[in-house]
């Protein structure tokens, strides 16, 4: 049981036209699990994006490849 899913976003290069893909992809896959982004600059610095209501993600096999097919790989972690 996944309790957690994380989204690791490098700030560099970010567009956009990707946070809002991110944000069909998420919409199109609400759950119950909350979801932490986490946005790093190129210097290192993060900041941390904490669960609410509009955060909360099916942890499916199906989401986690569109959100690397948008995003790269190893973006996602998740949490048991």
């Keep these: ?4 899913v994380s989204l690791y976003l490098a700030t560099s290069g970010l567009s956009l036209d990707t946070l ?3 944000k069909e992809i998420l919409s199109a896959h ?4 909350p979801l932490y982004l ?3 600059s ?3 610095n993060a900041v941390v994006v904490s ?3 509009a955060f909360r993600v099916d942890s499916s096999a ?3 490849q569109e959100l690397e097919n ?11």
């Excluded at 049981?1 to 957690?4: M, P, S």
């Excluded at 609400?30 to 699990?33: D, E, F, I, Q, T």
């Excluded at 948008?70 to 048991?80: D, H, P, S």
């Design 1 to 4: 049981l996944t309790r957690v």
């Design 20 to 22: 809002n893909k991110l």
């Design 30 to 33: 609400k759950g119950a699990v």
């Design 38 to 40: 986490i946005f790093r």
């Design 42 to 44: 190129p210097d290192g």
């Design 51 to 53: 669960p609410s209501e």
């Design 62 to 64: 199906e989401l986690f």
């Design 70 to 80: 948008l995003l790269g790989e190893n973006v996602v972690k998740i949490r048991t």
